[in-house]
């Protein structure tokens, strides 16, 4: 890798990707029925790559007739609806249409889907919702949460709307502002998202306040609370408006789902209070009944058939909780001082069921892995099962490692420790992963890319995947408690340098085989650039995390929290963010 320089524009990339003004990654990819082949940046943002044609068009030094300038920003006079202008990140090139099977569009009865909103749902197959849960589209769960719940659900529906359309909006910025585009006052305003993110608010509300008894109704309310979390993650107002839905994600949980899916006594008082949000939403929050005890709840509900035990099992429920404990592992690093932290009690609620009669949080990761194939029911293909049972091991490290990051900050909170024992346990358990998952871990270093399996299948996706957050907790781990580390910990316990060393090398050949999966380690990014004293890696950080922008405003001032931190005199300044 070399040190950032002055840039050669490249002359043999795409003609598309020369029109828009970004650099071409010049891979030639086949398409089945097209002539010339497909770049994997066109690929990513669905639209027509042409590698021959006319010569480049050039800037006219005329005024265009059709835009007017008002406060220094050129307005277009006529803003197109034109179906491929408005999903394009580039008017001037047309967007492919949506490939492969299962391209009808569909939608809830109650909702009427504009031009744009169509474009939005061709979009969503190769949206940040699919790439960052890992499955891929005909499997995923979005898909499943499209095609089984959206359709009957307007709430759903308009939360994968307002995901997408900001999506949308906010890679429009980015290759603008990545080919010093003029940008319109339209552009700058994220209305359609907006707009369908306030009516997922006003149908939740309504949902709520009715009497929520059903699976199919509960698994509804989650998915739109976790399509909710996820849209504050990346466009919003981050974890102060997540403490909000969080809210009544626990209310959910403690009234409806822990009973249905294991009976057991009333949680601890601490474990089932909300802790206050610090803030509001832009938009007014729903208001979510107040938490009782488990024991209350069922007292009121007599009607509850036992069967809606199994019944709540073969919804996403389980997996849509799973992956909303996953928030809030690194929250508290993304968060300046003075912000709100994202609360973390309903993932401690978990951590810390003992007895058999609680839920506990490897029984939760159960059902939830088992969940696919019990939601899709029997449409959910052989080769589907396959793919579950060959991303499994990389799935549970992934899961095992955010469980750790959990532990690490909660002792790190309660004040750094001066003797071994607290933070030995941690040690502990960081070797026996080591030991457990050691061919994953060395398939990971050996494999060049993750070319090297057919096309489709994910299993090297997802080993890279979780040995980057694998090691990246390592450095975090070393980040919090350095200062008390016994040199060295254990004899076989990673050291700091050789952890940031695996996730930074990991990294690399990710991008190089999947630049879009760099959405899915923005966390270890982050955390690795900080600690590595590689000028040239940091700039190699900076430059990914920037890229990450066009997922979500929110990713672009991680990348300004990075830069600020990597000029500073204290390069592992982002851990006293914890407390």
Same mark, same amino acid.
């Given at each position: 890798?070399?040190?950032l320089g002055r840039k050669v524009r490249s002359k043999t990339g795409?003609?598309? /990707?020369?029109?828009?003004?970004?650099?071409?990654?010049?891979?030639?990819? +086949?398409?089945?029925?097209? *002539?010339? =082949?497909? /770049?994997?940046?066109?690929?990513?943002?669905?639209?027509? /790559?042409?590698?021959?044609?006319?010569?480049?068009?050039?800037?006219?030094?005329?005024?265009?007739?059709?835009?007017?300038?008002?406060?220094?920003?050129?307005?277009?006079?006529?803003?197109?609806?034109?179906?491929?202008?408005?999903?394009? @990140?580039?008017?001037?090139?047309?967007?492919?249409?949506?490939?492969?099977?299962?391209?009808?569009?569909?939608?809830?009865?109650?909702?009427?889907?504009?031009? !744009?909103?169509?474009?939005?749902?061709?979009?969503?197959?190769?949206?940040?919702?699919?790439?960052?849960?890992?499955?891929?589209?005909?499997?995923?769960?979005?898909?499943?949460?499209?095609?089984?719940?959206?359709?009957?659900?307007?709430?759903?529906?308009?939360?994968?709307?307002?995901?997408?359309?900001?999506?949308?909006?906010?890679?429009?910025?980015?290759?603008?502002?990545?080919?010093?585009?003029?940008?319109?006052?339209?552009?700058?305003?994220?209305?359609?998202?907006?707009?369908?993110?306030?009516?997922?608010?006003?149908?939740?509300?309504?949902?709520?306040?009715? *009497?929520?008894?059903?699976?199919?109704?509960?698994?509804?309310?989650?998915?739109?609370?976790?399509?909710?979390?996820?849209?504050?993650?990346?466009?919003?107002?981050?974890? #102060?408006?997540?403490?909000?839905?969080?809210?009544?994600?626990?209310?959910l949980l403690y009234n409806h789902v822990v009973p249905l899916l294991?009976?057991?006594? =009333?949680?601890?008082?601490?474990? &089932?209070?909300?802790?206050?949000?610090?803030?509001? $939403?832009?938009?007014?929050? @729903?208001?979510? =009944?107040?938490?009782?005890?488990? #024991?209350?709840?069922?007292?009121?509900?007599?009607?509850?058939?036992?069967?809606?035990?199994?019944?709540?099992?073969?919804?996403?429920?389980?997996?849509?909780?799973?992956?909303?404990?996953?928030?809030?592992?690194?929250?508290?690093? !993304?968060?300046?001082?003075? #912000?709100?932290?994202?609360?973390?009690?309903?993932?401690?609620?978990?951590?810390?069921?003992?007895?058999?009669?609680?839920?506990?949080?490897?029984?939760?990761?159960?059902?939830?892995?088992?969940? +696919?194939?019990?939601?899709?029911?029997?449409?959910? +293909?052989? #080769?589907?099962?396959?793919? *579950?049972?060959?991303?499994? @091991?990389?799935?549970?490290?992934?899961?095992?490692?955010?469980?750790?990051?959990?532990?690490?900050?909660?002792?790190?909170?309660?004040?750094?420790?001066?003797?071994?024992?607290?933070?030995?346990?941690?040690?502990?358990?960081?070797?026996?992963?080591?030991?457990?998952?050691?061919?994953?871990?060395?398939?990971?270093?050996?494999?060049?890319?993750?070319?090297?399996?057919?096309?489709?299948?994910?299993?090297?996706?997802?080993?890279?995947?979780?040995?980057?957050?694998?090691?990246?907790?390592?450095?975090?781990?070393?980040?919090?408690?350095?200062?008390?580390?016994?040199?060295?910990?254990?004899?076989?316990?990673?050291?700091?340098?050789?952890?940031?060393?695996?996730?930074?090398?990991?990294?690399?050949?990710?991008?190089?085989?999947?630049?879009?999966?760099?959405?899915?380690?923005?966390?270890?990014?982050?955390?690795?650039? &900080?600690? $590595?004293?590689?000028?040239?890696?940091?700039?190699?950080?900076?430059?990914?995390?920037?890229?990450?922008?066009?997922?979500?405003?929110?990713? $672009?001032?991680?990348?300004?929290? !990075?830069?600020?931190?990597?000029?500073?005199?204290? +390069?592992?300044?982002?851990?006293?963010?914890?407390?």
């Amino acid at each position: 890798m070399h040190k950032l320089g002055r840039k050669v524009r490249s002359k043999t990339g795409c003609r598309t /990707c020369r029109i828009r003004k970004v650099k071409c990654d010049e891979e030639k990819l +086949p398409v089945e029925g097209q *002539d010339e =082949p497909q /770049c994997r940046r066109c690929s990513a943002a669905r639209i027509l /790559c042409e590698w021959k044609g006319e010569p480049i068009p050039r800037k006219s030094s005329k005024k265009s007739q059709a835009a007017e300038t008002f406060g220094g920003f050129t307005r277009p006079v006529r803003r197109s609806l034109d179906f491929f202008q408005a999903a394009s @990140p580039y008017s001037g090139v047309p967007l492919l249409p949506g490939r492969g099977p299962g391209n009808d569009l569909q939608a809830a009865n109650s909702l009427s889907l504009s031009v !744009f909103d169509r474009s939005c749902l061709n979009y969503l197959r190769d949206s940040a919702l699919v790439t960052l849960l890992g499955k891929h589209w005909p499997w995923s769960t979005i898909s499943y949460a499209y095609h089984r719940i959206a359709v009957r659900e307007p709430m759903v529906m308009s939360m994968i709307l307002a995901s997408t359309s900001s999506e949308i909006h906010r890679a429009r910025l980015h290759d603008r502002d990545t080919a010093r585009a003029p940008i319109s006052i339209d552009d700058l305003s994220d209305v359609d998202g907006r707009m369908h993110y306030g009516r997922a608010l006003s149908g939740l509300r309504e949902a709520l306040k009715q *009497d929520v008894k059903s699976a199919a109704k509960t698994e509804a309310i989650f998915i739109t609370l976790w399509l909710m979390i996820d849209y504050e993650n990346r466009f919003g107002n981050g974890a #102060t408006a997540i403490n909000i839905h969080i809210r009544g994600i626990q209310t959910l949980l403690y009234n409806h789902v822990v009973p249905l899916l294991k009976h057991h006594e =009333p949680p601890p008082s601490d474990a &089932i209070s909300p802790a206050d949000a610090g803030g509001s $939403t832009e938009l007014e929050s @729903p208001r979510y =009944p107040p938490m009782t005890s488990l #024991t209350d709840s069922h007292a009121s509900q007599p009607s509850i058939e036992l069967s809606s035990n199994e019944r709540l099992r073969y919804t996403s429920v389980p997996l849509f909780l799973l992956w909303t404990l996953y928030f809030f592992t690194p929250g508290a690093l !993304f968060c300046g001082p003075g #912000t709100a932290r994202i609360d973390t009690d309903l993932f401690r609620f978990f951590l810390r069921a003992e007895s058999e009669e609680e839920l506990s949080l490897r029984e939760l990761y159960t059902i939830s892995r088992q969940s +696919p194939s019990r939601f899709w029911g029997e449409t959910y +293909p052989a #080769t589907a099962q396959l793919d *579950d049972l060959e991303n499994l @091991p990389g799935l549970t490290l992934y899961h095992r490692s955010h469980v750790v990051q959990f532990k690490i900050t909660e002792l790190y909170k309660q004040g750094i420790p001066r003797t071994p024992c607290p933070y030995g346990r941690i040690i502990e358990e960081i070797l026996t992963i080591v030991d457990e998952y050691d061919v994953l871990l060395t398939s990971a270093k050996s494999a060049p890319s993750c070319e090297i399996v057919p096309s489709g299948r994910r299993v090297l996706e997802t080993i890279y995947w979780a040995s980057i957050t694998f090691y990246s907790t390592i450095v975090y781990f070393h980040l919090c408690f350095s200062e008390v580390l016994p040199e060295p910990p254990a004899a076989r316990f990673p050291s700091l340098a050789s952890s940031v060393s695996q996730v930074l090398e990991l990294a690399l050949k990710l991008h190089r085989s999947r630049p879009r999966l760099m959405v899915r380690i923005a966390w270890p990014l982050f955390i690795a650039g &900080i600690a $590595t004293p590689d000028q040239i890696y940091q700039d190699w950080v900076s430059i990914r995390l920037r890229e990450l922008g066009r997922y979500g405003e929110n990713f $672009t001032k991680v990348s300004m929290r !990075f830069d600020e931190i990597v000029r500073g005199s204290d +390069p592992f300044g982002v851990k006293h963010n914890c407390q």
